[in-house]
């Protein structure tokens, strides 16, 4: 099956400063990879997803890159504000009846 | 907008018990899941169900059933609870791909 790898575990940066967010995926045949942003004692919420016959797509601050070749999905967050503090999940699916999420990440923006 | 509740946001049974965990979505997906969440394991999936009495193990169904006898409702069913079940479980429904998660119940075998 699918294995979906995410990294940083834990990410502080500053506010007004960039995060980026790394996923790996291994079945190519995966096409659909959304972002999900859970904050502490709520559900996930998808933020932005892209599929595979696009390589980026940017909504205000947020963007995903999707490398096919590399088999490797970013997130980007410009000018973090506290707001964006939260877990981020990756995740890929082929199928939409399943989903492999990556293990997520901790994101603090300090003030 | 989609709403997909969770019958309970906390749960406390005992070991050995029946757990019955339900789910409803108002906006007729056909895909309805369910994931356990673990800290450091991120979103594992369980059982997921694409129509009315249909279902697929996903990839931790041991010592878990489901049951869909609605398309709005997805049961998730710990037939004997053990502790290594505590955990928080998610529910959610999709059409089209796009996911949307239940509020979760945090479940605690003692």
């Known amino acids: 099956g699918e294995n979906v790898e995410q990294h940083p575990s834990t990410l502080s940066v500053q506010e007004g400063d960039s995060a980026v967010i790394k996923c790996t995926y291994s079945d190519s045949a995966s096409n659909y990879f959304p972002w999900y942003k859970q904050e502490l004692g709520k559900r996930p919420q998808l933020i932005i997803d892209i599929r595979s016959n696009v390589g980026e797509k940017k909504d205000q601050r947020i963007a995903v890159t999707l490398n096919k070749t590399a088999k490797h999905f970013s997130l980007h967050i410009t000018e973090t504000q506290p707001e964006d503090s939260a877990v981020y999940f990756c995740a890929a699916s082929e199928t939409g009846n399943q989903f492999y999420f990556g293990t997520g990440t901790s994101l603090t923006v300090i003030p | ?110």
């Open chain 2, 1 to 110: 907008d989609v709403k997909v509740t969770q019958s309970s946001r906390y749960l406390v049974k005992r070991t050995g018990e029946k757990v019955f965990l339900e789910c409803v979505q108002d906006m007729d997906h056909e895909n309805m899941f369910w994931y356990r969440q673990d800290p450091g394991l991120g979103l594992r999936l369980i059982y997921f169900s694409y129509d009315v009495k249909m279902k697929e193990k996903g990839d931790i169904p041991e010592g878990y059933s489901v049951s869909r006898e609605k398309k709005e409702r997805f049961s998730l069913i710990l037939e004997s609870a053990s502790t290594n079940q505590t955990s928080m479980y998610l529910c959610a429904s999709s059409m089209n791909y796009e996911q949307y998660f239940g509020p979760g119940t945090r479940l605690t075998v003692t």
